[in-house]
């Protein structure tokens, strides 16, 4: 088992940075890849970004490219998510999520066993 936690959400203006953080427990945080989803009201759950067990590969949806940083410290069991130029469309409740390494990274949540409770991005225009 694999407990996820996520703090660093808040109201924002447009243009502004927020950094999530995503403070893992129980197995081998270095053994999982990790992953940010976010969910906008009555829109499915997306991919945000992904990042490998070493730290050294990174992947993000095309909507973030750019702008947010996905990062690792396997010392401190966290992930975090670095937020730049925020825009009302990244208005979500975000959510990181963890795989086994031989999944990969995916933009499906299927393959993802461990989620955190989420915590709320809100843009103000």
């Known amino acids: 088992q694999v407990q996820l936690v996520e703090s660093g959400g808040g109201l924002v203006q447009a243009g502004g940075s927020l950094r999530l953080s995503c403070a893992a427990s129980?197995?081998?945080?270095?053994?999982?890849?990790m992953a940010w989803f976010r969910q906008a009201p009555g829109k499915k759950r997306d991919f945000v970004a992904g990042?490998?067990?070493?730290?050294?590969?990174?992947y993000y949806a095309d909507s973030v490219k750019g702008r947010f940083t996905i990062s690792r410290d396997n010392a401190k069991n966290t992930v975090y998510l670095q937020m730049n130029s925020l825009k009302p469309e990244d208005t979500a409740i975000y959510y990181c999520?963890?795989?086994?390494?031989?999944?990969?990274?995916?933009?499906?949540?299927?393959?993802?066993?461990?989620w955190g409770q989420g915590t709320q991005v809100t843009v103000s225009s």
């Open positions: 129980g197995r081998t945080f270095s053994a999982y890849v």
């Open positions: 990042i490998y067990t070493s730290g050294g590969n990174t």
């Open positions: 999520a963890a795989a086994p390494i031989y999944r990969g990274i995916s933009g499906s949540d299927a393959v993802y066993d461990y």
